[in-house]
């Protein structure tokens, strides 16, 4: 392993950015040069993540800037989209960097819906590729120096910013590679390699043994602490990479404590404390032999130790001649002191000199969130306004009607339409008439059924996937450890009934519509019929031709005049309330970059004030004056009406002015609202498509994520084992014998809980009829012993019984020559056998020629029914007897 550590990059799977992205940009910003160009700077991220993650990187700086420029635009970009499980999903997936994983497994991998979750792996691999450059740099010039302890300080802080981030960033568990600890771990490592860098530039410059000492014990001090957190933490060591690790910080430790032991020394010698001086070289020899007797294949000291050893020979040996100074011990020497040179870099984005926001001109989604809100409370303080002026016009114009007025000034003559009434008649005819209203009517329940069957295809999306998101966390139970879809969709079904709510309050609104429709009816379709069937219509009165001149007369004139002077008057006002425009993005991002949060309420509210209040005032002076001018209106009609001559005739004509009156203004109000709630629907319409787009996305999303985790989960139960572990006896490890590949007898038998004594040797076999290929054979038997025959050749057992001994197509003195493979009396020798068996011991002649390879063994039939770990003690059989194993 290299003497400098460099940490391995994590590994990314394929996203697709653009469409999402242009997809969200699309429904929020309206079509125009600014979207266009939006679509475009989302796929140049696009482009600059593959260039990052999409393909293997050098070690070189150029690598490192592409990495660091996609982490700045991924900081700049998080503020201005909504990036979450519920609105807008991008999942990513990314391995661990130190699991190799398995070979039917794969290595351990997380997917989340987590635009943080992304900025911390590409965080990390930015430090990573830190630390990989950091280690390819030459320390021996000054540039290398520089350079190597600028990376390592800023791996050092981009770890240590992932340990204070990552858990907030994930809202869950993390792999063990950007886990706190394994990445608090890698930044102590990273800056202690910076310090070591800051001491072999010491050591080069030649500065003063002193400082050199200071950094040198600071050093050790380093990688003293990034050893004890690989050691005390559970989970790092079970990492290969630590593994590897954990031998070179332990010798990095020692390496750095002799070299401050020898820089000491060398202090000690110039201010003549001769004792102190073979005291630290003594220690730092210790140190070094430590290091050479346990970690020299990780890390040479041969040139650190000859130095010392040389200045340790020559100090005792002016010590021993010349000066006779004591050699204290080393717990009596004074401490060397630290100075620590290096500091993790802080991590504030922009990490990369050359980044340039591709989303400049988008507002961050707080900033965008905060306009939205403003611009419902701009629209509510619009329709108050409005609204305020339409209802006093109605309240006006159902005064005048119930008055009969304008009518009853126009009818003196009794007998012909009122001007006001044929206007009124013309303007419904103008306008559609009963078909326009009709036509309206019957297209209301159409848009409504759409709107309902776009909210509840929304809705049912989400309850399939929430149901079988439920199936399968019961069925997987612990294992299934995504979030589940019901915590996960309450924001999109609280949505969902508000939109029902507005859905139910419109459909109430149209039956009341529908009920003032049928209440007036009959007389709008009397307006709308010809002025001819109309005056005939109209009951005819006695003419009032005396009243033409009179000054109540004049003055109810005059008097309704200003009354429609004032409504003229809001419509103006009106239409000035409608065009006030003003941008808060400007107050809401000066807020943001200030205070960090927008106090969104505060700052609209005072500029809906600004705005409006003057208008404000204009409303209720209007509303006062009507007020004042209707009083005046009643007096004088209440003079009017006693002088003009009452009788059944004329009261019937003035209801039935006061009807048509009353139908047109009704017709009007109907239209309007009608007109109202076809907009309302539509625009709903276009909300719903979104809604249910959006419901769409994360349920293809959950529905992406839960195929990885099944299919993640499939290969980690494939890796369980399927029955509980147990141990198998030794003996059916070995493989079953075979007639072409015989197994050897076993060299040693132990018999359990009794004493180790030397095994006594069973009675010998008949002595084998050799072919003439032999060298010698062995003895005869007794001659008042017959000799046995030669049985049949025996084939191998199916499977072995008890231990495995030989087995052979035949027997000794047949047609095959003994294997010599193994002599199971060879332990014995001749003058170590028993006295009894002595005398029928013949010396032993080596056999000549090879043995056939795997043969060896005592030949013989497999035993039956064999103990299979002891033989047992065989009674004295004559010597001619073949030995066979006794149950």
Known sequence: MATFISVPLKKSSEVDLVKPLSKFITATYPAGEEQAEYIRSVEELNKLRKSALGRPLDKHESSLEILLRYYDQLCAVEPKFPFSENQLCLTFTWKDAFDKGSLFGGSVKLALASLGYEKTCVLFNGAALASQIAS????????????AAKYYQLASGAFGHIKDTVLSALNREPTMDVSPETVGTLSLIMLAQAQEVFFLKATSDKMKDAIIAKLANQTADFYGDAFKQCQYKENLPKYFYFQEVLPVLAAKHCIMQANAELHQSLLAKQKKRFGEEIARLQHATELVKTVASRYDEYVSVKDLSDKISRALTAAKKD??????????????????GKAALVKATAITPPLSAKFTDLFEKMVPMAVQLSMSVSSQRKAETVNRLVGTMREATNLCNGVLASLNLPAALEDLSGDSIPQSIVEKARAIVQQGGLQSIEQLIRDLPELLTRNREILDESLKMLGDEESTDSELRSKFSQRWNRTPSGDLYKPLRAEGGNFRSVLDKAVQADQVVKERYNTHCEMIALLCKPEAELTAAIP?????????????????????????????????????????????SSSFLTALAQDGAINEEALSMSQLDQSYGSYSQRVQASLRSQEELLGKVQTSHQEF????????????????????????DSYVEITSNLREGTKFYNDLTEILLKFQNKCSDIVFARKTERDELLKDLQQSIAREPSAPSFNVPAYQTNPAPTAADPTPAPRTVLQPQQPQVKAQPPQRPPPPAFTPQAASAPGNPPDNQPQPGNPPPMAPPAQAQGPPYPTYQGYPGYAYQMPMGYNPYAAYGQYNMPPAMQPNMQPYVPYQQPPAPGQGGFPGPPPTQQHPYTYQQQPQQPPHQPYYPQQ
């Not at 006693?642 to 059944?648: A, E, G, P, R």
């Open 641 to 664: 009406s006693k002088l003009k001559q009452s009788n059944s005739e004329a009261n019937d004509r003035e209801e039935v002015l006061k009807k048509l009156a009353s139908a047109h």
């Open 540 to 584: 005819s009165a006695n003419p009032v031709k005396t009243l033409q001149g009179s000054e109540v007369v004049s003055v109810l004139r005059s008097q309704l005049a200003q009354l429609e002077e004032v409504k003229k008057e809001r419509e103006r006002l009106e239409a000035e309330i409608k065009g006030v425009t003003f941008d808060m």
């Open 319 to 336: 010590n021993d001649f010349i000066y006779h100074d004591r050699v204290p011990e080393v717990k009596d020497l004074e401490h060397i």
């Open 136 to 147: 390819e740099q030459n320390l021996d010039s000054d540039e290398g120096l520089k350079a």
